[in-house]
C-alpha cells in the first residue's frame, strides 16, 4: 500500500482499526517484561532504589521530544502538503505530547528531592523541558482560540515550526551549559554508560511506552476523524432544516 | 524501597494516574462521537461521499 493511500482518511481508519488492538497488546506486554525487569534489577551504586524512577522518567522525556518532532512533521504537512489528515495527527498529538512533557516534569522533580535535595532548579535542562511543556499547551490554546478549524491549524503549525527549535536545546542543553542535570548517558556518540542490567529494562519500557504514545495517538486520530464527519453532518443537516 | 519508598510509589502513581485518565478521555471522547454519527444515521443523516473513501 503507498504512503498516499494511508494519507487517505477513510483508508487511514480502516488500517487504524485492524492496527490498534495488537500495538495496545504489544505495548502492554513490553511494558510488562519491562517494568518486571526494573524491579529485578538491582539498585544503582549512587542513586540506591530511586532509579525506579528513571524507568518511568527517561522515556517520558524522550516521548515528549519524539512527540513535539511528530508535530512538527504534521505540521509540515499542514502547511507545505495541507494534507487533511496532518491536520487530525497534530491535533490529536498535541494532548498526548503534553501529558507525557508533565509526566517527565513531575517524575523527575520526585526524583530530584531524594537526589539533590529540591524538587525544582531553574537548570537549562529542566527549564527547557518545562518550555517544551508549554509549547504543547500554548498549542492546544491557540487551536481553542481561533473559531475557523483550517485557520487555527495553519497557525498551530506556524507556532509548532518555530517552537521546534526548543527540541535540540532540550537534547543538547546538558552539553552546552553546566546543569544540575546529568548528561545522556544512553544515546551517546560512545555508547551507553549505563550497566546491562538496567538499560535493557530501561530500552523495554521506553519501547512499551512509545507504542502507548502510537497507540493512543491513532485512537485520538480516529476521533479527530469521526468528529469532523459528525460536523459535516450535523452543519447539513442544520441547512436542509433551515431550507425545508 | 528504602528510604526513598515515598517518592518512587508516588511518580508511579501519579505517571499511571495521569495515563489513565488520558486513555479514558480517548475511550470516551471516541464513544461520544460515534453515538452523535448513529444518532444522525438515525435520523437518516448520511455522508454523501460515504464509502468512496475520498472525505475526510
Not at chain 1, 104 to 133: E, F, I, K, N
Request: aromatic share 10%; glycine share 8%; charged share 15%.
Amino acid at each position: 500500500m503507498a504512503l498516499m493511500d494511508l494519507a487517505n482518511p477513510t483508508r487511514f481508519l480502516a488500517l487504524a482499526g485492524r492496527v490498534l488492538p495488537w500495538l495496545a497488546l504489544a505495548s502492554a506486554v513490553l511494558l510488562a517484561i519491562g517494568f518486571w525487569l526494573a524491579f529485578q534489577a538491582p539498585a544503582d551504586y549512587q542513586q540506591g532504589e530511586t532509579v525506579r524512577i528513571m524507568y518511568i522518567h527517561v522515556p517520558f522525556a524522550w516521548l515528549a521530544m519524539l512527540g513535539y518532532s511528530l508535530l512538527a512533521l504534521s505540521a509540515l504537512g499542514i502547511l507545505v502538503w495541507r494534507h487533511p489528515l496532518a491536520d487530525v495527527s497534530h491535533k490529536a498529538l498535541a494532548p498526548i505530547g503534553a501529558v507525557f512533557a508533565f509526566l517527565c516534569l513531575v517524575t523527575g522533580s520526585l526524583w530530584g528531592r531524594p537526589m539533590w535535595g529540591t524538587y525544582w532548579v531553574w537548570d537549562a535542562r529542566l527549564t527547557s523541558m518545562l518550555v517544551l511543556l508549554l509549547l504543547y499547551l500554548g498549542l492546544i490554546a491557540l487551536r481553542s482560540a481561533i473559531e475557523d478549524p483550517n485557520q487555527a491549524g495553519r497557525a498551530a503549525a506556524v507556532l509548532t515550526l518555530v517552537g521546534f527549535v526548543n527540541v535540540p536545546i532540550v537534547k543538547f542543553s546538558v552539553d552546552w551549559w553546566n546543569t544540575l542535570h546529568q548528561p545522556a548517558s544512553v544515546f551517546r556518540m560512545d555508547g551507553p554508560t549505563i550497566h546491562p542490567s538496567l538499560l535493557w529494562p530501561l530500552l523495554l519500557t521506553a519501547a512499551g511506552f512509545t507504542g502507548l504514545m502510537l497507540t493512543l495517538h491513532l485512537a485520538a486520530m480516529r476521533n479527530e476523524i469521526l468528529r469532523r464527519r459528525l460536523r459535516n453532518l450535523e452543519a447539513r443537516a442544520a441547512a436542509e432544516a433551515a431550507y425545508a | 524501597m528504602g528510604e526513598h519508598a515515598s517518592f518512587i510509589i508516588a511518580a508511579y502513581a501519579v505517571s499511571a494516574a495521569v495515563l489513565g485518565a488520558l486513555a479514558l478521555w480517548i475511550a470516551l471522547d471516541g464513544r461520544a462521537v460515534r453515538a452523535g454519527l448513529a444518532e444522525m444515521e438515525a435520523r437518516g443523516v448520511r455522508r454523501r461521499s460515504a464509502g468512496d473513501g475520498t472525505a475526510p
